[in-house]
Protein backbone atom coordinates (compact mmCIF):
# COMPACT_ATOMS: atom_id res chain seq x y z
CA UNK A 1 0.00 0.00 0.00
CA UNK A 2 1.53 3.17 -0.90
CA UNK A 3 2.08 5.26 2.74
CA UNK A 4 2.88 8.17 3.84
CA UNK A 5 5.85 9.18 5.93
CA UNK A 6 7.63 12.57 6.38
CA UNK A 7 11.12 10.24 6.61
CA UNK A 8 12.27 7.64 4.58
CA UNK A 9 11.53 5.27 7.78
CA UNK A 10 8.19 3.60 7.30
CA UNK A 11 5.07 3.28 5.14
CA UNK A 12 4.05 1.76 2.30
CA UNK A 13 0.91 1.91 -0.43
CA UNK A 14 -0.08 0.72 -3.04
CA UNK A 15 0.45 -1.53 -4.68
CA UNK A 16 1.66 -3.95 -1.69
CA UNK A 17 3.75 -4.81 2.05
CA UNK A 18 4.03 -7.94 4.16
CA UNK A 19 6.43 -7.70 7.39
CA UNK A 20 6.62 -10.95 9.07
CA UNK A 21 7.97 -11.57 12.55
CA UNK A 22 8.05 -15.48 12.31
CA UNK A 23 8.26 -18.16 14.91
CA UNK A 24 9.56 -21.79 14.83
CA UNK A 25 9.58 -24.83 16.80
CA UNK A 26 10.96 -28.06 16.62
CA UNK A 27 11.63 -31.63 18.28
CA UNK A 28 14.15 -34.04 18.27
CA UNK A 29 14.20 -37.76 16.60
CA UNK A 30 10.91 -39.28 16.87
CA UNK A 31 9.78 -36.63 19.49
CA UNK A 32 6.49 -33.99 18.84
CA UNK A 33 7.46 -30.49 17.39
CA UNK A 34 6.96 -27.44 20.10
CA UNK A 35 4.30 -25.10 19.16
CA UNK A 36 5.99 -22.11 17.67
CA UNK A 37 5.75 -18.84 19.87
CA UNK A 38 2.93 -16.41 18.67
CA UNK A 39 4.72 -13.67 16.50
CA UNK A 40 3.40 -9.90 15.58
CA UNK A 41 2.86 -9.41 12.17
CA UNK A 42 2.03 -6.63 9.91
CA UNK A 43 1.10 -6.25 6.39
CA UNK A 44 0.32 -3.65 4.34
CA UNK A 45 -0.28 -3.62 0.75
CA UNK A 46 -3.60 -4.27 -1.68
CA UNK A 47 -6.16 -7.12 -1.05
CA UNK A 48 -6.09 -9.22 -3.77
CA UNK A 49 -8.40 -12.33 -2.50
CA UNK A 50 -11.13 -12.72 0.02
CA UNK A 51 -12.37 -14.89 2.66
CA UNK A 52 -10.00 -14.41 4.75
CA UNK A 53 -8.71 -11.28 3.33
CA UNK A 54 -5.16 -12.12 1.34
CA UNK A 55 -2.61 -9.66 1.07
CA UNK A 56 0.90 -10.38 -0.81
CA UNK A 57 -0.34 -13.85 -0.87
CA UNK A 58 -1.12 -14.53 2.71
CA UNK A 59 -4.59 -15.76 3.65
CA UNK A 60 -5.58 -13.50 7.15
CA UNK A 61 -8.33 -14.38 9.37
CA UNK A 62 -10.20 -11.40 9.61
CA UNK A 63 -12.82 -12.70 11.42
CA UNK A 64 -12.71 -11.28 14.84
CA UNK A 65 -10.09 -7.72 13.72
CA UNK A 66 -11.56 -4.38 14.33
CA UNK A 67 -11.15 -2.85 11.07
CA UNK A 68 -10.96 1.05 10.58
CA UNK A 69 -10.66 4.10 7.66
CA UNK A 70 -7.27 5.62 8.42
CA UNK A 71 -8.91 8.17 10.96
CA UNK A 72 -9.55 5.24 13.24
CA UNK A 73 -13.37 5.12 12.52
CA UNK A 74 -14.81 1.71 12.52
CA UNK A 75 -15.39 0.34 9.32
CA UNK A 76 -17.20 -3.37 8.54
CA UNK A 77 -16.20 -6.46 6.64
CA UNK A 78 -18.15 -5.59 3.57
CA UNK A 79 -15.78 -2.90 3.22
CA UNK A 80 -12.73 -5.05 2.75
CA UNK A 81 -12.96 -5.34 -1.20
CA UNK A 82 -10.04 -6.91 -3.59
CA UNK A 83 -8.18 -4.06 -4.60
CA UNK A 84 -8.67 -2.01 -1.31
CA UNK A 85 -5.37 -1.30 0.43
CA UNK A 86 -4.50 -2.17 3.69
CA UNK A 87 -2.45 -2.19 6.64
CA UNK A 88 -3.38 -5.44 9.01
CA UNK A 89 -1.61 -5.86 12.20
CA UNK A 90 -2.04 -10.30 12.79
CA UNK A 91 -0.52 -12.41 15.42
CA UNK A 92 0.59 -15.95 13.93
CA UNK A 93 1.55 -19.07 15.53
CA UNK A 94 2.41 -22.29 13.60
CA UNK A 95 2.38 -20.62 10.55
CA UNK A 96 -1.76 -19.26 10.87
CA UNK A 97 -2.00 -15.53 10.49
CA UNK A 98 -4.92 -14.31 12.81
CA UNK A 99 -5.47 -9.87 11.90
CA UNK A 100 -6.18 -7.79 15.43
CA UNK A 101 -6.68 -4.96 13.47
CA UNK A 102 -7.24 -3.87 9.82
CA UNK A 103 -6.61 -0.40 8.51
CA UNK A 104 -8.14 1.04 5.33
CA UNK A 105 -6.43 3.83 3.62
CA UNK A 106 -7.14 5.15 -0.12
CA UNK A 107 -4.65 7.96 -1.93
CA UNK A 108 -7.53 10.18 -3.59
CA UNK A 109 -11.40 10.79 -3.03
CA UNK A 110 -12.81 13.25 -4.96
CA UNK A 111 -14.01 14.33 -8.65
CA UNK A 112 -12.91 12.97 -12.15
CA UNK A 113 -11.65 16.28 -13.99
CA UNK A 114 -10.75 14.33 -17.35
CA UNK A 115 -10.72 10.74 -18.47
CA UNK A 116 -8.13 9.50 -21.13
CA UNK A 117 -9.29 5.50 -22.71
CA UNK A 118 -6.56 5.87 -25.12
CA UNK A 119 -3.85 6.73 -22.40
CA UNK A 120 -5.61 4.38 -19.45
CA UNK A 121 -5.74 7.80 -17.00
CA UNK A 122 -7.96 9.74 -15.37
CA UNK A 123 -7.55 13.11 -13.53
CA UNK A 124 -8.87 13.08 -10.07
CA UNK A 125 -8.54 16.02 -7.50
CA UNK A 126 -5.66 17.26 -9.78
CA UNK A 127 -3.77 14.04 -9.60
CA UNK A 128 -3.16 11.82 -12.55
CA UNK A 129 -4.72 8.02 -12.09
CA UNK A 130 -3.12 5.06 -13.99
CA UNK A 131 -5.17 1.77 -14.52
CA UNK A 132 -3.66 -1.26 -16.31
CA UNK A 133 -5.33 -5.34 -15.86
CA UNK A 134 -4.88 -5.65 -12.37
CA UNK A 135 -6.80 -2.42 -11.67
CA UNK A 136 -10.12 -3.49 -9.97
CA UNK A 137 -13.52 -1.35 -10.20
CA UNK A 138 -16.67 -0.96 -8.39
CA UNK A 139 -19.31 -3.20 -9.67
CA UNK A 140 -21.47 -0.02 -10.66
CA UNK A 141 -18.66 1.17 -12.94
CA UNK A 142 -19.42 -1.73 -15.81
CA UNK A 143 -16.98 -0.84 -18.63
CA UNK A 144 -14.28 0.36 -16.13
CA UNK A 145 -12.46 3.28 -16.68
CA UNK A 146 -14.86 4.10 -19.87
CA UNK A 147 -17.86 4.33 -17.10
CA UNK A 148 -16.21 7.40 -15.42
CA UNK A 149 -17.82 10.60 -16.46
CA UNK A 150 -16.33 14.28 -15.52
CA UNK A 151 -17.71 15.54 -11.83
CA UNK A 152 -18.35 12.16 -11.09
CA UNK A 153 -16.81 11.52 -7.39
CA UNK A 154 -14.40 8.63 -7.08
CA UNK A 155 -12.31 6.80 -4.43
CA UNK A 156 -9.17 6.00 -5.11
CA UNK A 157 -6.98 2.99 -3.91
CA UNK A 158 -3.35 3.42 -5.13
CA UNK A 159 0.38 3.47 -5.11
CA UNK A 160 2.59 6.69 -6.59
CA UNK A 161 4.76 6.13 -9.02
CA UNK A 162 7.91 8.71 -8.36
CA UNK A 163 8.87 8.07 -11.71
CA UNK A 164 6.25 9.07 -13.70
CA UNK A 165 4.38 11.03 -10.84
CA UNK A 166 1.36 9.51 -11.24
CA UNK A 167 -1.26 7.11 -8.76
CA UNK A 168 -0.88 3.18 -9.74
CA UNK A 169 -4.54 2.08 -9.08
CA UNK A 170 -5.36 -1.05 -7.62
CA UNK A 171 -9.05 -0.52 -7.17
CA UNK A 172 -11.46 2.53 -8.13
CA UNK A 173 -15.01 3.16 -6.56
CA UNK A 174 -17.69 5.12 -7.31
CA UNK A 175 -19.24 7.92 -4.57
CA UNK A 176 -22.60 9.14 -4.07
CA UNK A 177 -21.60 11.54 -2.43
CA UNK A 178 -19.11 12.85 0.61
CA UNK A 179 -18.75 15.79 2.95
CA UNK A 180 -15.25 16.16 2.78
CA UNK A 181 -12.31 14.65 -0.48
CA UNK A 182 -9.25 13.53 0.83
CA UNK A 183 -5.90 13.45 -0.84
CA UNK A 184 -2.42 11.29 0.25
CA UNK A 185 0.97 12.46 -1.78
CA UNK A 186 4.06 14.52 -1.27
CA UNK A 187 4.45 17.56 -0.31
CA UNK A 188 5.36 20.11 -3.25
CA UNK A 189 6.05 24.01 -3.76
CA UNK A 190 5.30 24.62 0.32
CA UNK A 191 4.48 28.40 0.52
CA UNK A 192 4.48 29.21 4.24
CA UNK A 193 3.63 33.35 4.27
CA UNK A 194 0.45 32.00 1.97
CA UNK A 195 -0.06 28.94 3.97
CA UNK A 196 -0.53 26.77 1.05
CA UNK A 197 1.20 23.84 -0.98
CA UNK A 198 0.82 21.64 -4.14
CA UNK A 199 0.14 18.01 -4.40
CA UNK A 200 0.75 16.92 -7.87
CA UNK A 201 -2.05 19.40 -9.76
CA UNK A 202 -3.97 19.83 -6.76
CA UNK A 203 -3.21 23.61 -4.72
CA UNK A 204 -3.98 23.37 -1.18
CA UNK A 205 -4.21 25.55 1.76
CA UNK A 206 -4.19 25.23 5.32
CA UNK A 207 -4.60 28.76 6.31
CA UNK A 208 -7.42 27.58 8.51
CA UNK A 209 -6.49 25.03 10.41
CA UNK A 210 -5.55 25.24 14.01
CA UNK A 211 -3.58 24.77 15.35
CA UNK A 212 -1.45 25.68 12.44
CA UNK A 213 0.79 21.95 11.19
CA UNK A 214 4.13 21.65 11.84
CA UNK A 215 6.58 19.35 10.20
CA UNK A 216 5.81 20.60 6.59
CA UNK A 217 8.20 20.61 4.05
CA UNK A 218 9.17 19.80 0.29
CA UNK A 219 9.22 15.93 -0.03
CA UNK A 220 7.09 15.30 2.82
CA UNK A 221 4.04 12.55 2.77
CA UNK A 222 0.90 14.02 3.90
CA UNK A 223 -2.52 12.77 4.16
CA UNK A 224 -5.41 16.33 4.04
CA UNK A 225 -9.11 15.67 4.02
CA UNK A 226 -10.79 18.52 1.79
CA UNK A 227 -13.65 20.90 1.62
CA UNK A 228 -15.86 19.92 -1.24
CA UNK A 229 -15.77 23.34 -2.62
CA UNK A 230 -12.86 25.17 -3.58
CA UNK A 231 -12.20 28.56 -3.22
CA UNK A 232 -11.39 29.62 -7.12
CA UNK A 233 -8.77 26.90 -7.78
CA UNK A 234 -7.44 26.16 -4.49
CA UNK A 235 -8.70 23.73 -2.18
CA UNK A 236 -9.12 24.45 1.54
CA UNK A 237 -7.47 21.82 4.29
CA UNK A 238 -9.99 20.80 7.16
CA UNK A 239 -7.41 18.31 8.74
CA UNK A 240 -4.01 17.30 8.05
CA UNK A 241 -1.48 15.37 9.47
CA UNK A 242 1.60 13.46 8.73
CA UNK A 243 1.60 10.25 7.28
CA UNK A 244 3.62 7.13 8.46
CA UNK A 245 3.36 3.92 9.09
CA UNK A 246 3.24 1.79 12.72
CA UNK A 247 6.19 -0.40 11.73
CA UNK A 248 7.17 -2.85 14.52
CA UNK A 249 11.19 -2.55 15.32
CA UNK A 250 11.97 -5.67 14.47
CA UNK A 251 11.18 -9.04 12.73
CA UNK A 252 11.44 -10.99 9.69
CA UNK A 253 9.98 -8.68 6.58
CA UNK A 254 8.86 -9.37 3.10
CA UNK A 255 7.78 -6.25 0.87
CA UNK A 256 6.53 -5.52 -2.17
CA UNK A 257 6.34 -2.53 -3.77
CA UNK A 258 7.98 0.24 -5.96
CA UNK A 259 10.61 2.03 -5.77
CA UNK A 260 10.03 5.86 -3.91
CA UNK A 261 14.07 7.20 -3.79
CA UNK A 262 17.13 5.94 -5.15
CA UNK A 263 20.77 6.20 -4.44
CA UNK A 264 22.15 2.82 -5.33
CA UNK A 265 21.45 -0.82 -5.70
CA UNK A 266 22.52 -1.31 -1.80
CA UNK A 267 20.69 1.24 -0.42
CA UNK A 268 17.05 2.79 -1.72
CA UNK A 269 13.45 3.22 -0.27
CA UNK A 270 10.19 1.45 -1.12
CA UNK A 271 6.80 3.38 -0.03
CA UNK A 272 8.68 5.21 2.03
CA UNK A 273 10.49 2.10 3.85
CA UNK A 274 14.35 2.07 3.82
CA UNK A 275 16.11 -0.94 2.50
CA UNK A 276 19.66 -1.77 3.15
CA UNK A 277 20.66 -4.08 0.70
CA UNK A 278 24.52 -4.30 0.66
CA UNK A 279 24.25 -7.67 2.20
CA UNK A 280 21.26 -8.97 -0.12
CA UNK A 281 21.28 -11.80 -2.80
CA UNK A 282 20.17 -10.41 -6.14
CA UNK A 283 18.47 -13.49 -7.86
CA UNK A 284 17.52 -10.93 -10.96
CA UNK A 285 20.75 -9.08 -10.81
CA UNK A 286 20.43 -5.44 -10.52
CA UNK A 287 19.75 -4.04 -14.01
CA UNK A 288 16.36 -2.67 -13.75
CA UNK A 289 16.75 -1.35 -10.22
CA UNK A 290 16.10 2.25 -10.49
CA UNK A 291 13.72 4.69 -9.10
CA UNK A 292 10.06 3.33 -9.71
CA UNK A 293 10.48 -0.11 -10.13
CA UNK A 294 8.66 -2.76 -8.61
CA UNK A 295 10.70 -4.81 -6.56
CA UNK A 296 10.27 -7.69 -3.60
CA UNK A 297 12.65 -7.77 -0.88
CA UNK A 298 12.88 -10.03 2.29
CA UNK A 299 15.07 -9.60 5.25
CA UNK A 300 14.21 -8.41 8.64
CA UNK A 301 13.42 -5.01 10.33
CA UNK A 302 15.83 -3.31 12.12
CA UNK A 303 14.72 -0.01 13.77
CA UNK A 304 12.37 0.81 11.30
CA UNK A 305 14.93 -0.05 8.16
CA UNK A 306 14.73 -3.13 6.29
CA UNK A 307 17.78 -4.96 5.96
CA UNK A 308 17.33 -7.29 2.98
CA UNK A 309 18.09 -11.03 2.66
CA UNK A 310 17.03 -11.46 -1.40
CA UNK A 311 16.18 -8.59 -3.83
CA UNK A 312 13.77 -9.59 -6.57
CA UNK A 313 12.12 -7.64 -9.69
CA UNK A 314 8.61 -8.39 -10.16
CA UNK A 315 8.84 -7.52 -13.56
CA UNK A 316 10.60 -11.36 -13.82
CA UNK A 317 7.81 -12.56 -11.07
CA UNK A 318 4.90 -10.42 -12.44
CA UNK A 319 2.26 -13.62 -13.23
CA UNK A 320 2.77 -15.75 -10.16
CA UNK A 321 -0.76 -16.54 -8.36
CA UNK A 322 -0.03 -14.29 -5.46
CA UNK A 323 -0.79 -11.17 -7.68
CA UNK A 324 -4.00 -12.82 -8.95
CA UNK A 325 -7.56 -12.75 -7.58
CA UNK A 326 -8.23 -15.68 -5.23
CA UNK A 327 -11.60 -15.85 -3.83
CA UNK A 328 -12.89 -18.72 -0.83
CA UNK A 329 -16.67 -18.89 0.30
CA UNK A 330 -20.29 -20.06 -0.68
CA UNK A 331 -21.79 -18.92 -4.05
CA UNK A 332 -24.57 -17.22 -3.67
CA UNK A 333 -25.63 -16.12 -6.70
CA UNK A 334 -25.53 -18.16 -10.07
CA UNK A 335 -26.62 -17.76 -13.53
CA UNK A 336 -26.28 -20.72 -16.11
CA UNK A 337 -26.99 -19.00 -19.12
CA UNK A 338 -24.36 -16.03 -18.59
CA UNK A 339 -22.06 -19.27 -16.99
CA UNK A 340 -21.27 -16.40 -14.46
CA UNK A 341 -21.88 -16.75 -10.30
CA UNK A 342 -21.49 -14.66 -7.55
CA UNK A 343 -18.77 -15.34 -4.76
CA UNK A 344 -18.06 -12.53 -2.02
CA UNK A 345 -19.99 -10.29 -4.27
CA UNK A 346 -17.60 -10.73 -6.63
CA UNK A 347 -18.74 -11.72 -10.06
CA UNK A 348 -17.43 -14.81 -11.76
CA UNK A 349 -17.26 -16.24 -14.96
CA UNK A 350 -16.47 -19.95 -15.26
CA UNK A 351 -16.91 -19.91 -19.18
CA UNK A 352 -13.61 -20.71 -19.69
CA UNK A 353 -11.99 -22.52 -16.57
CA UNK A 354 -9.29 -24.44 -17.14
CA UNK A 355 -8.89 -26.78 -14.39
CA UNK A 356 -11.92 -28.05 -12.16
CA UNK A 357 -10.67 -29.77 -8.43
CA UNK A 358 -13.24 -32.10 -6.72
CA UNK A 359 -16.70 -31.35 -9.01
CA UNK A 360 -17.41 -29.22 -12.28
CA UNK A 361 -19.69 -26.98 -13.88
CA UNK A 362 -22.62 -29.34 -13.50
CA UNK A 363 -22.03 -29.05 -9.32
CA UNK A 364 -22.21 -25.55 -9.03
CA UNK A 365 -25.31 -24.60 -6.90
CA UNK A 366 -26.18 -21.46 -4.69
CA UNK A 367 -24.31 -22.47 -0.68
CA UNK A 368 -21.84 -24.30 -2.59
CA UNK A 369 -18.33 -23.91 -0.80
CA UNK A 370 -15.12 -22.78 -3.81
CA UNK A 371 -11.72 -21.52 -4.21
CA UNK A 372 -11.43 -19.55 -7.44
CA UNK A 373 -8.50 -18.16 -9.01
CA UNK A 374 -8.26 -15.96 -12.50
CA UNK A 375 -7.65 -13.34 -13.92
CA UNK A 376 -9.86 -9.63 -13.59
CA UNK A 377 -11.82 -9.01 -16.59
CA UNK A 378 -10.81 -6.19 -19.37
CA UNK A 379 -13.37 -3.55 -17.68
CA UNK A 380 -12.19 -5.10 -13.81
CA UNK A 381 -15.18 -5.60 -12.29
CA UNK A 382 -15.60 -9.38 -13.51
CA UNK A 383 -12.89 -12.04 -12.27
CA UNK A 384 -12.36 -14.97 -15.22
CA UNK A 385 -11.80 -17.72 -13.52
CA UNK A 386 -9.00 -19.78 -14.87
CA UNK A 387 -9.45 -22.86 -11.58
CA UNK A 388 -12.35 -23.82 -9.71
CA UNK A 389 -12.34 -25.94 -6.84
CA UNK A 390 -15.19 -27.36 -4.62
CA UNK A 391 -14.57 -27.34 -0.99
Not at 367 to 390: C, H
Request: net charge negative.
Amino acid sequence: MFKRIQVPLASLAAVGLLLTACGGGGGGDGGTAAPAASTTVYSAGAITGLGSIIVNGQRIDDSSARIEDDEGQGRGRDDLRVGVQVEVQSRSSNGALVAQQVRMDSAVKGPVQSVNTAANTAVVLGQTVAVSTTTVFDASLTGGLAALQVGDIVEVHAAFDATAGVYRASRIEAEDSTSEYALRGVVSNLRTGAKSFDIGGAQINYASLTPEPTGLADGVRVKVRLATTPVGTTWQAVRLRLASANLPGQGEAHLRGLVSSFTSSSAFVIDGVTVDASGAAFPDGISGLALGAAVSVEGSLRGGVLVAAKVELESRHGDDDSRRPELHGAITALDTIAQTFVLRGVTVSYAAVQTWRDGSAQNLAVGRALEVKGTWSAGGTIVQASRIQFE
